[in-house]
């Protein structure tokens, strides 16, 4: 069955950096555009990059522009998203979603299949 394992999570001060990784298994990976949301405490969950098939192109959300960088390495089925200059307000369980129709789409009833997610807090 497909299976999207997500890591990196943690602990990071403000003005710090991490970088999420996201496995997937069960798939043809280079066949799905991967898109990373986030769920913040008690909010909804909103998109905040996705990445074509290729890795070429990318598109982000306007809270992540100049922040976060989304990748992929097709040859390890795994998709990145770098976090940096990070904020209190980007506190948040981090989830990446493959989409198998299209790429650009921002809805997370667009997506196909989710990890479980992991936990960034950005506190000082």
């Known amino acids: 069955q497909v299976q999207l394992v997500e890591s990196g999570g943690g602990l990071v001060r403000p003005g710090g950096s991490l970088t999420l990784s996201c496995v997937a298994s069960g798939l043809t990976f280079d066949s799905f555009v991967m898109g990373w949301f986030r769920q913040p405490p008690g909010q909804e969950r909103e998109f905040v990059a996705g990445?074509?098939?290729?890795?070429?192109?990318?598109y982000y959300a306007d809270s992540a522009k100049g922040r976060f960088t989304a990748a992929r390495d097709n040859a390890k089925n795994t998709a990145y998203l770098r976090l940096s200059r990070l904020k209190p307000e980007d506190t948040a369980v981090y989830y990446c979603?493959?989409?198998?129709?299209?790429?650009?789409?921002?809805?997370?009833?667009?997506?196909?299949?989710w990890g479980q997610g992991t936990q960034v807090t950005v506190s000082s």
């Open positions: 990445i074509n098939w290729s890795g070429a192109y990318t």
């Open positions: 979603a493959a989409d198998r129709a299209a790429y650009g789409e921002v809805s997370p009833k667009d997506y196909d299949y």
